[in-house]
């Protein structure tokens, strides 16, 4: 076990190390450059520009500006070119609430999708396994930003919820009650969005696992022992279906982050897909290099995750 | 299912017919997806039509670029049947004309992409050992990028042009393709009749492209017509964020970009151009897994 | 037990959200006494010296003061100043004391016209000559020295020293050098520059400075000799500060703050992008607690409104680093206004609260603002339609919408800017201005006003916005008039080809408009010129850049045909930046190289002028050269109308009767006054403070 | 005489395929006493293991279809029954053991939890379920049961797995197992283990005993009646010792020559010659 930790600690550091140089290429080897001074300021000097592209190494070749950058992001003292604040405590206000959007949305994506899938498994060639898979591609189909859009045209044309941001305001709460259904209520649209497309994905993959698993030797068997549809459904084939999907969660992040930057524009949600999208446009290079590097470790330890659970759901693997 | 899977009887049935016909004729015996074939064929025909349209023919109801500012904002009517955007454009015309570029953009991303994923996953595949091992870590590290962020970063810093909107896509996305043929290679690489083939001294070429890759063609066109409303999907998110192809070339993405801001005032800006990605992206995921079901049946019985 | 789960997870997610729906919606309708603001995008600080973005200064200008401000009507009054005078001191050199006694006697003989120089005072302090203006401005001083016997003044010269580093030694070393008692003057830029004013010949002193600076090669020092002037004019400012007015944390806000505002601004360290406006000032001096001399090194008239920068707190931030502020004050800052800050998180909101201790009482009625950080106007609308914030700048497009909706009030306001196509001059195709002056009659502006903005604007005249004092209401637009163009083009030469498109010596006319994404008016704008000019035979492609790339690329370095662009306009009168054929190289302003030596004179006049009716006059003849010359072709300028939930708030002022008087709110040319006397809901009134 | 515990009268058993129905098993008629035995014999796709699986109706339906015929079972026609009344004979009256135990045993549940579901259902009257299945270990072999129990199956190697299959199968105490080709999967010493264990098991509990097997070699002494069948149908039915000595059939002749022997002197091994085919 910590042999196994180790070596994918190992890998992780060098695929990491991969990701960076390439993603920094990408950053910093293309058009426009970096302006923190709005719009065609009349009133700043060269020699501030000077002094701005001096501090942020812009004038530096590559290399040398990506091991600047590095370096300080590991010793905490990059700081972004929009406020001079470090990227660090920058991403870490705002993680937060991506990560609890992500984590609603992964519920939601594996337990209706979970629910779908084991529905149709069960009806497997009927109707309802007809009209579940259709449902299930109509969610993969749906555009991400147009059903969001949708949803909030119709909740501002017929309703009086408000629908952006963490909470309301304004607003006195009667109790802690009423705050957490609020907070509830901001995270549960642009989860759900964002949950759409994990649940078809989810519901597929589990309805065919499902129905493999369907034709295996041991389900036979468990029916040959007389024990009901249910138990040889959920017991027998469903433990053994779910383990693909475990492997899937750390395959899912990457998507949900990257689709995130929609959903937090629209929803007006401060997450860090929305200050990334931000940092694209502003070429606020420090942010964006240190978000790749946060955004990939995150889904590496996302694919580690899934790697020791599944291993806790399968006794046969082990982790060597 | 449990059954003899070796009747005799069927292994005859099966005999008679190529595995391509055999696909062929199982797909058409899906409705859901010869309903979305034909969609997909229509979309086609549109596409089409206007791509020659643009050549100077007469295939739309107005000019899709033609401004006529007294008309802008109608609601959708007799005249214009999806109603006209901020500039009096006809908007069912630029759907029609948006029809091009958007299956342009679907279909050559995924080209690139399954290039580079034949490519990459056949030498992966093929030669197996380090080169393999090499090559799937790399697979591996890209899957770690959150993909749409980085075609939205590599897209908004090199210019929203179609060429670079179509390449950023096809680069991100070969992955997928490549380990699924690297699999298949892999299998097929140790199937019996690749082994005699080798042992007759075929060469490697020869290997690759007279047994291998024909024999991995199905699940290899199946993922690309699955891919193909992926990319479509991508491009209109991009133009969402105001990093799609760019006006005044219709997209479907870039239309409901330059409705976004009449999104409480101009439903049809929304709406249409939506459902219609909606609908070609749906038609092609149905026909998509109509055709793997009807390609798995075969290879179930292989 | 699986199953359970398998049923009961997505049921109760489902469930949560009915009931979380539920609440919410229920709660929606209870607001408290609090206002709510949208604005796009993090303040990247709320520190008012450092701030760049728009979304910063809509916050701080709640929590900061600054000595000045301006009025409803868009003319500079005081804030925290109690009062402010101007005046000069202007400085004549002589060669010797006795041609000063001469110098002297004229002027007292002409004592009469003194009223009309504005002159105070004159008197003489060794071999000068020194003279008290009531106005400032070169054009008095410059009318008195002709007067005077050129021959007995010592010609003046500004030598400026731009170094690696080192400014202050090195300053230090020429003022111990033998011929430093010629030096009038010096001043310390940077630790990159200084200068220093010396009478007499200026070849020697140069050499001088030149063979000092040679001894240290490494500062890479260059010394530039500026022209000779014939006297010293400096204007000065006399603030008289409020002596009632405390910081939020208790402290009382003295004439310290002033000079340390003054001082942090011009210290490279805190990278105060508000530096240049203080550039001209010699010196900032406190007479006592509440009394401060501002002297100018010469007569720079807009830069009085450098004065409405809010005030720092000295007691807080004398002696902290840079880093401190970032991470302290910058985020937490502590002001003199009617809100103080009360929390910030990050890209969701700040909320700053009530200051009970507001010196401009009364006020402010309302408990608090929330700043909420929104991405897109559409994301505005959204959060204003579903309350919320309380209220939202329309869209032009929307405006009739909302006006028909009697949910809502409209309050329209001049916008603070205008829209043009600007034609690179560089291009000979538009070069001539009879071409421009076609393309001005061929393009329909006020039917862009009429579509794109649906009327709510005005077309554009020229450089100034039309609520200025300055603005000159003669200039007539022109009129579209297709055959007038033709013709015009037809004079310049251009003659339709084969293909219909116009030629002149085998070129085609045919041109790129580029413009920026993101902003979908002027991608309407950019259509319909293409729409327009293809009707005299133009060709216009479009080309749409991410903002970055599009001022990197094609703006910065003027490689573009033509673009459309807007200028966001503040309310003085200096364009010189943006129209001074100076001012044309890579990364500055005259983007379109525009070059007119008339203009250039007005541009570098009016700076100098502190005279109202002088300033008019010459902007006057400024905007209407330009704007006849056309090298942008001027569109128009936009209204800002704001629409806010019926009855959202009202104004309380004293009755002057001991009560208080209820309003409606209104706008003013300066848009929406501070929003101190703003409470929320007529429901309120009977709770709010006394 | 005892009763018949199995009779099954002219069962035809079709499958839809996309080629339309086929036919895979047709007109059968088989039966079985209690206690007794009864070895189906046939090449692959003849139909044997479609007819072990009819008994208890495990077939997938659809594509399965029984057409015609009936299975009686104790008396009781196991086609006519509803799914309740089908429970309570799976397991409980026939059980099963499959050809491949690696696959037949679920992998992510322990030995323990895997037969303790079957005695639970079935015999709700049984207090200490460990010492139960300790004691069923026991019986078919197994050393250290009480470790064994806890193991996962691809703990055991296939012989314990298959013998596990079979402690599971008896662990309800029913009347007919169905082995259906227990050992083909097996190492030939393990396959001979397996064997006689089933040979005993079957005289120590009386228990009925249908044998599923391509291997004719393997009948021998182990069960009382043979039925050859080809294509579908059964070709030769009858006494082991009988059939054996003197075949009928040509395709059970076919069958014999081609089971190895030691000793034999032939290099290779014999093919099915299909050649009786033609003439037919």
Redesign the interface.
């Known amino acids: 076990m910590l042999n196994f930790l180790l070596r994918r600690l190992g890998i992780s550091v060098i695929l990491l190390f991969f990701i960076s140089v390439v993603s920094f290429l990408i950053i910093t080897l293309t058009p426009g450059s970096p302006y923190p001074w709005g719009e065609m300021n009349p009133k700043v000097s060269p020699q501030m520009k000077e002094n701005f592209r001096a501090k942020f190494h812009l004038d530096e070749p590559w290399y040398k500006q990506y091991y600047l950058n590095m370096k300080g992001l590991f010793t905490g003292t990059l700081t972004s070119i929009k406020d001079d604040r470090p990227v660090l405590q920058k991403i870490g206000e705002r993680l937060p609430a991506t990560l609890l959007l992500n984590i609603l949305a992964i519920t939601i994506a594996l337990s209706f999708g979970l629910m779908l899938g084991v529905y149709a498994a069960r009806h497997a060639g009927k109707l309802p396994d007809l009209l579940t898979c259709i449902v299930a591609f109509v969610f993969i189909a749906l555009p991400e930003f147009w059903i969001a859009g949708l949803i909030v045209i119709g909740l501002v044309k017929f309703t009086d919820a408000p629908i952006l941001g963490t909470q309301s305001y304004g607003v006195d709460f009667p109790n802690l009650f009423a705050m957490g259904l609020d907070r509830y209520w901001h995270l549960a649209l642009p989860a759900t969005v964002l949950a759409l497309g994990g649940i078809a994905a989810q519901a597929l993959y589990i309805r065919a696992s499902m129905v493999e698993t369907m034709r295996q030797d041991y389900v036979r068997t468990a029916r040959a022992k007389g024990l009901p549809q249910d138990v040889v459904f959920y017991k027998h084939a469903l433990r053994n279906s779910i383990r693909p999907l475990i492997t899937g969660i750390g395959g899912l992040l990457p998507a949900l982050i990257g689709g995130s930057i929609i959903i937090e524009t629209i929803f007006a949600y401060p997450g860090i897909g929305r200050m990334g999208y931000e940092a694209v446009l502003e070429r606020d290079y420090p942010t964006l290099v240190a978000m790749n590097f946060i955004v990939a470790s995150l889904v590496l330890l996302g694919n580690l995750i899934s790697d020791i659970l599944y291993a806790v759901v399968d006794p046969r693997v082990r982790l060597e | 299912m449990i059954t003899d899977t070796d009747n005799p009887v069927l292994q005859e049935a099966q005999l008679i017919e190529s595995p391509a016909r055999g696909v062929w004729r199982r797909f058409l015996r899906n409705k859901v997806g010869v309903v979305a074939g034909i969609f997909i064929v229509l979309f086609f025909l549109t596409a089409l039509a206007t791509g020659l349209g643009s050549l100077g023919g007469i295939y739309y109801p107005y000019n899709p670029n033609t401004t006529s500012l007294e008309i802008k904002l109608q609601p959708p009517s007799l005249a214009h049947w999806a109603g006209t955007d901020n500039l009096g454009r006809d908007v069912f015309s630029r759907l029609l004309n948006g029809s091009y570029i958007s299956l342009t953009v679907g279909f050559v991303a995924v080209s690139v992409s399954l290039l580079l994923g034949v490519v990459v996953g056949a030498i992966s595949g093929f030669f197996g050992g380090w080169v393999d091992n090499i090559i799937m870590r790399v697979v591996d590290a890209i899957l770690c990028f959150p993909t749409f962020f980085l075609i939205l970063t590599a897209v908004a810093l090199l210019g929203p042009s179609i060429i670079n909107i179509i390449v950023v896509i096809g680069l991100v996305s070969w992955t997928g393709t490549a380990r699924l043929v690297r699999a298949e290679f892999l299998t097929l690489r140790e199937a019996e009749y690749v082994r005699a083939a080798r042992s007759l001294g075929a060469k490697a070429p020869a290997l690759v492209f007279r047994h291998i890759l024909p024999n991995a063609l199905a699940p290899i066109i199946v993922t690309a017509v699955i891919s193909i409303p992926g990319a479509i999907l991508t491009e209109a998110s991009l133009s969402f964020l105001g990093f799609g192809v760019q006006p005044p070339q219709a997209t479907w993405g870039n239309i409901i970009t330059d409705g976004k801001t009449y999104l409480l005032d101009a439903w049809w800006l929304i709406v249409f151009p939506g459902a219609t990605i909606f609908v070609a992206a749906l038609s092609f995921y149905l026909a998509g897994d109509a055709l793997r079901q009807a390609a798995e049946t075969r290879s179930e019985r292989k | 037990m699986?199953?359970i789960f398998?049923?009961g997870?997505?049921i109760a997610?489902v469930a949560?959200?009915a009931?979380?729906?539920a609440?919410?919606?229920l709660?929606?309708?209870?607001?408290?006494n609090?206002m709510?603001v949208g604005m796009l995008?993090?303040p990247?600080?709320l520190n008012p010296i450092q701030q760049?973005?728009?979304a910063a200064s809509q916050v701080y200008s709640s929590i900061f003061n600054g000595l000045l401000k301006y009025d409803d009507n868009l003319e500079i009054t005081t804030d925290l100043a109690k009062s402010y005078a101007l005046s000069q001191k202007t400085t004549f050199y002589f060669k010797d004391p006795a041609d000063v006694v001469a110098a002297l006697g004229k002027l007292l003989f002409m004592r009469p016209r003194w009223p009309e120089w504005k002159l105070t005072d004159a008197r003489q302090e060794g071999n000068a000559l020194v003279l008290t203006l009531s106005e400032p401005g070169m054009a008095t001083s410059q009318d008195i020295a002709a007067l005077l016997d050129a021959n007995t003044m010592q010609p003046l010269h500004v030598l400026r020293v731009d170094l690696a580093s080192g400014a202050s030694d090195t300053l230090k070393a020429l003022r111990e050098s033998p011929s430093s008692s010629r030096i009038l003057r010096d001043w310390v830029e940077?630790d990159?520059a200084f200068e220093v004013t010396v009478a007499g010949d200026p070849a020697d002193f140069a050499k001088a400075t030149e063979e000092l600076l040679a001894g240290k090669p490494d500062l890479k020092g260059k010394v530039t000799t500026g022209d000779a002037e014939k006297f010293l004019a400096e204007p000065i400012v006399d603030f008289v500060l409020r002596d009632d007015v405390r910081w939020h944390d208790g402290a009382p806000f003295t004439s310290r703050d002033v000079l340390f505002t003054y001082r942090a601004i011009m210290d490279?360290a805190f990278?105060s992008?508000?530096?240049?406006?203080f550039l001209y000032i010699q010196s900032v001096e406190a007479q006592d607690d509440f009394t401060v001399r501002v002297t100018y090194r010469k007569p720079y008239s807009p830069a009085l409104g450098s004065w409405m920068i809010g005030m720092l707190p000295a007691h807080i931030l004398d002696g902290k680093t840079?880093a401190w502020w970032?991470?302290n004050f910058?985020r937490t800052p502590v002001g003199t206004g009617p809100f103080k800050f009360g929390e910030w998180?990050?890209?969701?909101?700040v909320r700053l609260v009530r200051n009970p201790d507001f010196f401009d009482k009364p006020g402010p009625w309302l408990d608090s603002i929330?700043y909420?950080?929104?991405?897109?106007?559409?994301?505005l609308?959204?959060?204003f339609?579903?309350?919320?914030?309380d209220f939202w700048v329309v869209?032009p497009?929307?405006v009739s919408?909302f006006e028909k909706d009697d949910r809502f009030d409209l309050f329209s306001a001049p916008g603070s800017s205008y829209s043009y196509v600007g034609w690179n001059l560089r291009r000979p195709m538009f070069q001539d201005e009879r071409v421009r002056q076609a393309l001005a009659h061929a393009v329909n502006v006020p039917?862009m006003v009429?579509?794109i903005i649906y009327g709510h604007g005005v077309q554009s005249t020229g450089i100034f916005l039309p609520q200025m004092w300055f603005f000159n209401p003669n200039v007539k637009p022109f009129e579209r008039d297709l055959d007038k163009a033709r013709s015009l083009l037809a004079e310049a030469g251009w003659k339709p080809g084969k293909d219909g498109i116009l030629e002149k010596d085998g070129k085609r006319f045919s041109f790129t408009l580029i413009t920026n994404?993101?902003n979908?008016i002027r991608?309407?704008i950019a259509?319909?010129v293409q729409?327009n000019l293809k009707a005299l035979g133009i060709e216009v492609k479009?080309?749409?850049?991410?903002?970055?790339?599009f001022?990197?690329?094609f703006?910065n370095k003027g490689e573009f045909d033509a673009m459309v662009l807007g200028w966001?306009l503040g309310p003085d009168y200096d364009q010189y930046?943006?129209w001074h054929s100076s001012q044309n190289n890579p990364?500055q302003?005259n983007v379109v190289s525009y070059n007119n030596p008339r203009v250039d004179q007005l541009l570098g006049d009016i700076r100098q002028e502190y005279n109202r009716d002088k300033i008019v006059a010459m902007a006057g003849e400024m905007q209407e050269t330009i704007y006849r010359q056309q090298p942008y072709l001027f569109l128009y300028v936009p209204e800002s109308t704001s629409v806010v939930w019926k009855d959202t708030y009202r104004i309380r002022r004293p009755d002057g009767k001991g009560g208080w008087l209820d309003t409606p709110i209104e706008t003013t040319k300066a848009g929406w006054s501070y929003y101190s006397e703003w409470f929320y809901r007529p429901e309120y009134a009977d709770q709010l403070p006394k | 005489m005892s009763a018949s515990l199995l009779e099954i009268r002219n069962l035809s058993i079709k499958f839809r395929t996309e080629n339309g129905p086929t036919e895979a098993v047709k007109n059968v008629s088989l039966s079985l006493k209690e206690g007794g035995s009864l070895a189906i014999v046939g090449e692959s796709g003849s139909g044997k293991s479609v007819t072990a699986l009819a008994l208890t109706r495990l077939l997938a339906s659809p594509p399965a279809e029984y057409a015609s015929g009936s299975i009686l079972f104790k008396g009781q026609d196991v086609l006519g029954m509803n799914l309740e009344q089908l429970r309570k004979i799976r397991g409980k009256e026939i059980a099963y053991v499959f050809q491949e135990p690696s696959t037949s045993l679920n992998p992510v549940y322990t030995v323990r939890n895997q037969i303790a579901e079957a005695i639970k259902l079935h015999r709700p009257d049984v207090k200490n379920v460990d010492a139960e299945i300790v004691r069923w270990l026991n019986t078919v072999g197994i050393r250290d049961p009480e470790k064994r129990m806890l193991d996962y199956p691809h703990q055991l190697s296939g012989g314990m797995q298959q013998r596990v299959m079979i402690a599971m199968a008896l662990s309800c105490e029913p009347s007919l197992l169905v082995a259906d080709e227990p050992t083909t999967a097996l190492d030939v010493t393990i396959q001979a283990q397996i064997l006689a264990e089933l040979k005993r098991l079957r005289t120590e509990f009386n228990m009925g005993l249908i044998l599923i097997t391509h291997n004719i070699a393997i009948i021998q002494g182990l069960c009382d009646r043979i039925a050859v069948m080809f294509r579908g149908e059964v070709v030769e039915y009858g006494d082991t010792t009988s059939v054996l000595r003197s075949p009928q059939h040509e395709y059970t002749k076919a069958l014999m020559t081609c089971v190895p022997r030691l000793g034999s002197k032939e290099k290779r091994l014999k093919t099915i010659d299909y050649s009786w085919l033609a003439t037919k």
């Open positions: 699986i199953r398998l049923h997870l997505p997610l949560l959200l009931a979380s729906f609440s919410v919606s709660l929606a309708t209870k607001k408290r609090e709510s995008g993090e990247s600080t760049a973005d728009a940077s990159m490279d990278g992008p508000r530096k240049p406006d840079p970032v991470q910058n998180k990050t890209n969701e909101f929330v909420r950080v929104l991405s897109d106007q559409l994301t609308r959204l959060a339609e579903t309350r919320q914030v869209d497009w929307a919408t039917e009429k579509y994404n993101g979908e991608r309407d259509t319909l729409d479009i080309e749409i850049y991410e903002w970055a790339v001022l990197k690329n703006i966001a930046q943006i990364e302003l």
